[in-house]
């Protein structure tokens, strides 16, 4: 039986250099030992193009740590999330990761998994679906993209600000999944396993869904502790540092 490791919302940055640390140690000894990672979404605090790579440390730094994993045998999965949505094609060739769509049925030892990164699950919040859908249009990211490096910072800096504001200003289950999107996901994809992140509320939730039993296991943050999901011969659990 294989061992897998999911992380998502690491949320790296500069300006938190504790995570950065982590990270790094994490694909050095617990990733280094498994047979695939999954990377879901907002990996980074945010992305402004795969064509900032050669100007960003960071970003560098995190390519060539994934690329020795990803030499040394270990599969690595790249999901984007609500933040760092225009990473893409770059980015997997320079680290040798290989890109997954939201939403993704993987198997994994037989077993199908659904992953997600967990932000279209979140229904009940209309503005952030509203911008989402305009984040991903082909239009607003053109837009955005020709801009110069410098301007797309600072966007997404002005972007930052006003959502801590909103963020703030909205009721806490307004920021959760929706029971009724997750019991669809279930349903749709034909899976009685599901793995996402984006909440920031990690734990195990038991569904009944047409009369199946189904789990879905929500990644940690890594502003606090940070953790990761383990997949093997025990079966799925959580793990903080
Ligand atoms: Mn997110």
């Known amino acids: 039986m294989s061992r897998a490791l ?33 990377i879901l979404g907002d990996l980074f605090e945010y992305w402004i193009g795969d064509d900032g790579i050669d100007e960003d440390p960071l970003g560098r730094q995190v390519v060539r740590a994934l690329r020795v994993l990803s030499r040394a045998g270990v599969a690595v999965w790249l999901m984007v999330g609500n933040r760092d949505f225009l990473m893409g094609a770059k980015f997997c060739a320079e680290s040798g990761a290989r ?13 199908r998994v659904l992953l997600m990164h967990g932000d279209t699950l979140c229904t009940d919040d209309a503005d952030y679906q509203g ?3 305009t984040a991903r249009s082909e239009a607003w990211q053109k837009e955005f993209l020709a801009k110069s ?14 959502s801590k504001a909103v963020v703030q200003a909205k009721p806490a289950e307004i920021m959760d999944v929706n029971e009724v999107a997750v019991r669809e996901a279930f349903r749709v994809h034909g899976v009685s396993l599901m793995i996402h992140g984006h909440t920031h509320r990690p ?13 879905r296991w929500v990644l940690p943050d890594w502003y606090g502790r ?3 999901l383990a997949l093997d011969a025990v079966g799925p659990r959580l793990v903080s540092f």
């Open 131 to 133: 911008w989402r859908a």
């Open 6 to 38: 999911f992380i998502s919302d690491l949320h790296l940055s500069v300006e938190r250099p504790g995570p950065n640390e982590q990270f790094f140690r994490f694909l050095h000894e617990e990733a280094a030992r498994a047979d695939a990672l999954y």
């Open 226 to 228: 940070g953790g990761y």
């Open 99 to 111: 890109f997954l769509d939201d939403p993704r049925v993987v198997e994994i030892d037989a077993k």
């Open 203 to 215: 734990a195990k939730h038991e569904h009944e869904v047409d009369g199946r039993l189904c789990q």
């Open 149 to 162: 490096l410098p301007d797309r910072r600072e966007t997404i800096e002005g972007l930052r600000a006003k």
